[in-house]
T-cell receptor, first 112, second 114 residues
Framework: KQEVTQIPAALSVPEGENLVLNCSFTDSAIYNLQWFRQDPGKGLTSLLLIQSSQREQTSGRLNASLDKSSGRSTLYIAASQPGDSATYLCAVISYNTDKLIFGTGTRLQVFP | NAGVTQTPKFRILKIGQSMTLQCTQDMNHNYMYWYRQDPGMGLKLIYYSVGAGITDKGEVPNGYNVSRSTTEDFPLRLELAAPSQTSVYFC?????????????FGEGSWLTVV
């Protein structure tokens, strides 16, 4: 059974810091891994998708890496801004299933 | 673009009542999902579908039922509502599971069972 864990559960940082959010999964036979952002009271917005054959994906100030063999992914946020404040979730699809399984999320607050 | 539309947005149910959460998407997506999110927690998969006429259980299917008679619609049925079903429910869809198949989420349905 696939289990996805995110560390830390919450993070509060001053504006301008570079951040690393962590995601780990127990079954390394994944098809892809995705990072999402969720604003309070809202649905989720997809940020980055990494196929199992890829090592990383970049979008603007966001960079996500994937180490499938160790069951880990990191989301790197450069030069954080107050507008980055949200909950960030990772999710994986295992290779032999179509289930998209989510982690517990990291709640990020960036203060001015 | 409407994307993924969920109704209702808010609902209060009494214990033992039944209701259906509606989800529709206008992107011709094959994959559709229903999740629940409890306060401070991640999303738990209830049911999912990879195409019309095909549904399968997720992590927490007990107390729920789904159907997928059309590509566009994926309703979630709650039978005999219980307080443990108080949660926020999200519907999502994607074309497939490969590269570029972004998953789109609805805005959520807040359900309280009293």
């Amino acid at each position: 059974k696939q289990e996805v864990t995110q560390i830390p559960a919450a993070l509060s940082v001053p504006e301008g810091e570079n951040l690393v959010l962590n995601c780990s999964f127990t079954d390394s036979a994944i098809y892809n891994l995705q990072w999402f952002r969720q604003d309070p009271g809202k649905g989720l917005t997809s940020l980055l998708l990494i196929q199992s054959s890829q090592r990383e994906q970049t979008s603007g100030r966001l960079n996500a890496s994937l180490d499938k063999s160790s069951g880990r992914s990191t989301l790197y946020i450069a030069a954080s801004q107050p507008g980055d404040s949200a909950t960030y979730l990772c999710a994986v699809i295992s290779y032999n299933t179509d289930k998209l399984i989510f982690g517990t999320g990291t709640r990020l607050q960036v203060f001015p | 673009n409407a994307g993924v539309t969920q109704t209702p947005k808010f609902r209060i149910l009494k214990i033992g009542q039944s209701m259906t959460l509606q989800c529709t998407q206008d992107m011709n997506h094959n994959y559709m999902y229903w999740y629940r999110q409890d306060p401070g927690m991640g999303l738990k998969l209830i049911y999912y579908s990879v195409g019309a006429g095909i549904t399968d259980k997720g992590e927490v299917p007990n107390g729920y039922n789904v159907s997928r008679s059309t590509t566009e619609d994926f309703p979630l049925r709650l039978e005999l509502a219980a307080p443990s079903q108080t949660s926020v429910y999200f519907c999502a869809s994607s074309y497939g599971r490969g590269m570029g198949n972004t998953i789109y989420f609805g805005e959520g349905s807040w359900l309280t069972v009293v």
